[in-house]
């Protein structure tokens, strides 16, 4: 089993590639501002290093968010793309699920204006589901969760700065996600929607 991992969401441009759950190559680099450019380029790279053609990969696992809106669409629009032209099946992790992989974590990303994107991940499984909140009100939040390390924007939450290996974290999160069945209609993840709808 060949899979490509790709996230393009947040902070990090992530590329990896596994065979049969072995990490072949892997590549995190900051630069949000740029991974529609370099997406393509450095997954073009890595596949040549490692003798792989991309109509060969068996797997594409991506992050759809939440995330940065432009960020979010770059990995979503290969995978499409990728589909569309060969046998590939997608999986779809939810970016705050990547940063926690399969431990025990609440994971935080800017979401701008004072507020961010929040998940609370155990063993490879979403505690609450995914949302959006205010900075302030984040203490409140990791009182109910006194034992989970705080992984992604810590700074942002007055936490410690941790490393993470976002494509190991990416491939052990999709191992509890199923394949998209239809991946025309796979859609970002807009929690910044879901709030807009709740306060109309």
Same mark, same amino acid.
């Given at each position: ?26 590549? @995190?680099? &900051? ?12 997954? +073009? ?9 991309? !109509? ?5 696992? $991506? ?32 970016? !705050? ?9 609440? /994971? ?19 505690? $609450?589901?995914? %949302? ?10 990791? #009182? %109910?969760?006194?034992?989970? +390390?705080?992984?992604?924007?810590? @700074? !942002?939450?007055?936490?410690? +700065?941790?490393?993470?290996? !976002? ?5 052990? &999160? /999709? ?16 929690? #910044?929607?879901? +709030?807009? #709808?709740?306060?109309?």
């Amino acid at each position: 089993m060949k899979t490509v991992v790709m996230d393009t969401s947040n902070t990090y441009l992530v590329i990896g590639l596994y065979q049969d759950g072995k990490a072949l190559q892997k590549y @995190q680099e &900051a630069g949000n501002r740029r991974q529609s450019e370099d997406a393509l380029v450095r997954l +073009e790279e890595i596949l040549k290093k490692q003798q792989w053609e991309l !109509l060969d990969v068996d797997e594409l696992v $991506i992050t759809i968010g939440p995330g940065s809106y432009t960020g979010q669409r770059v990995a979503l629009t290969i995978a499409k793309t990728l589909a569309a032209i060969s046998k590939v099946k997608i999986k779809a992790v939810s970016s !705050l699920h990547s940063y926690a992989g399969n431990h025990k974590a609440i /994971s935080v990303i800017d979401a701008r204006s004072k507020k961010i994107f929040v998940g609370v991940y155990n063993d490879n499984h979403a505690v $609450i589901d995914d %949302q959006i909140m205010l900075i302030e009100d984040f203490p409140a939040l990791k #009182k %109910q969760y006194p034992d989970y +390390e705080v992984v992604g924007d810590c @700074q !942002l939450v007055e936490c410690p +700065e941790h490393e993470v290996d !976002l494509c190991q974290n990416i491939y052990q &999160a /999709s191992l509890s996600v199923d394949y998209c069945q239809d991946v025309d209609n796979l859609v970002p993840q807009y929690l #910044k929607d879901v +709030e807009a #709808k709740k306060i109309c």
